[in-house]
């Protein structure tokens, strides 16, 4: 089981967190038939089987060059058919939600944010709460108003599935998101100074979450560790020294057998202890 440090139950009790949700979040849902999302790389190897000769692809998929991978991807395609596959892979299988959404859920975060396209723990989380939770997008213009509001708040990193014209998937999209949405990365970047990250399901080479971390820590050594949630064999303690070292992290680890049980079983854990101390606080009055 993850041993959860104290300072982030305490963080999530007073909701100062951003419970940040990556595709291996996603991953634990399926549809009536069984099916799971694709994860990024098997989506790439499956978008690329449309382009022939697609040895190209495969190659800068090899050399975990994604994003170039899905920039040419696109462009063989054509916008209309790589949206129409992104849709049938994402919006249209029917995924239902899994346990671990529910125990995340519970954790009650005011701020949850996904670089995810798929909708399944917004629409699990807004049915609970009864359509009260905001969902912004890296597009909205009023993202600053919702953040400083008393509403629980969803921020969809890298758009949603719903508009695939206006979604971050491609270098060239990446890269373009930088400059039109300035201000929604410098909303990002006071959250990461004011609150803790907890980043699940996430991979440590997402472009956004290495640039954010690392220009974070940069700017302000003396800021607190984020916290990064990995399956153990995911990642050689070497590497794992330098990613905490360079993106001011502090990296847990757990057992990814039986399709990551154990993480699952942590956060239901996770929710207790938060849970505890929130009575606690009740008590003291300490908020």
């Known amino acids: ?23 291996g979040i996603s991953r634990n849902s399926t549809t009536i038939e069984g099916r799971q999302p694709k994860t990024w790389i098997e989506f790439l190897n499956f978008a690329a089987q449309r382009v022939n000769p697609n040895r190209h692809i495969k190659l ?49 975060s005011r701020i949850v944010a996904t670089p995810n396209f798929d909708k399944i723990y917004e629409s699990y989380a807004n049915h609970e709460a009864g359509g009260s939770i905001v969902v ?20 969809k990193v890298h758009g949603t599935i719903d508009s695939p014209e206006r979604m971050i998937f491609t270098r060239k999209e990446y890269a373009e998101s930088r400059e039109k ?9 006071a959250l990461a100074l004011t609150h803790t990250f907890l980043f699940m399901g996430c ?20 800021s607190r560790s984020h916290i990064f949630v990995l399956p153990k064999q995911g990642l050689h303690n070497s590497l794992r020294i330098v990613l905490q070292e360079s993106m001011n992290l502090k990296i847990l680890t757990y057992k990814s057998a039986h399709n990551h049980r154990e993480l699952s079983e942590s956060i239901e854990q996770l929710v207790g202890l938060v849970e505890s101390q929130r009575e606690v606080l009740k008590e003291t009055g300490n908020w």
């Open 203 to 222: 991979g440590v080479n997402d472009p956004d979450i290495r640039l954010l971390l690392e220009d974070t820590f940069f700017r302000h050594p003396s």
């Open 181 to 189: 949405y300035r201000s929604f990365y410098s909303l990002l970047e």
């Open 136 to 155: 912004k997008h890296h597009f909205d213009p009023d993202i600053a108003e919702a953040i400083r509001g008393t509403d629980r708040v969803i921020l």
């Open 1 to 23: 089981m993850i041993h959860w440090p104290r300072e982030v139950i305490s963080d999530l009790a007073r909701r100062r967190t951003v419970v940040f949700l990556g595709a």
């Open 60 to 108: 800068l998929i090899r050399e975990r060059d994604y994003l170039t991978a899905c920039e040419v991807i696109k462009k063989e395609v054509g916008r209309e058919e790589f949206n129409q596959l992104l849709k049938d892979e994402f919006l249209s299988p029917k995924y239902r939600t899994s346990p671990i959404h529910e125990a995340i859920f519970k954790l009650d």
